[in-house]
């Protein structure tokens, strides 16, 4: 078991505001969760050239993109080239963005949320 860096009793209280009781392994399961979102905004930050993790390192872009997306990802990339048609800085900048979104994409692909039995 990793180190638990969730406060048990403010845990089960924010549980229990909810109307539900908390099971004795239930806060081992969201510690185990919370190292896994850690883990990928590391590795989101890593990808993206930065030794700083931001907000926007714990969404998960794969399922968000695969959610939201009505278009083909190649149509939407041809997009991209599209507007980077400007400065050389920018072309480069979105190129850059394009190859990090797709480190996310596998390395989402790769690993999944720590899973429990029911």
Known sequence: ???????????R??????GVNVGGDSLNALNEVVHWYIDQAAKRAAANRRKTVRAHDFIIFAEEAAADSAEPAASQEDDVETAAVGSDQTESAVVDAVEAVEVVEEVAEEESP?????
């Open 114 to 118: 720590p899973a429990w039995s029911s």
């Open 1 to 11: 078991m990793k180190e638990s860096l969730l406060v048990g009793s403010k845990t």
């Open 13 to 18: 209280a924010a549980l229990k505001a909810h």
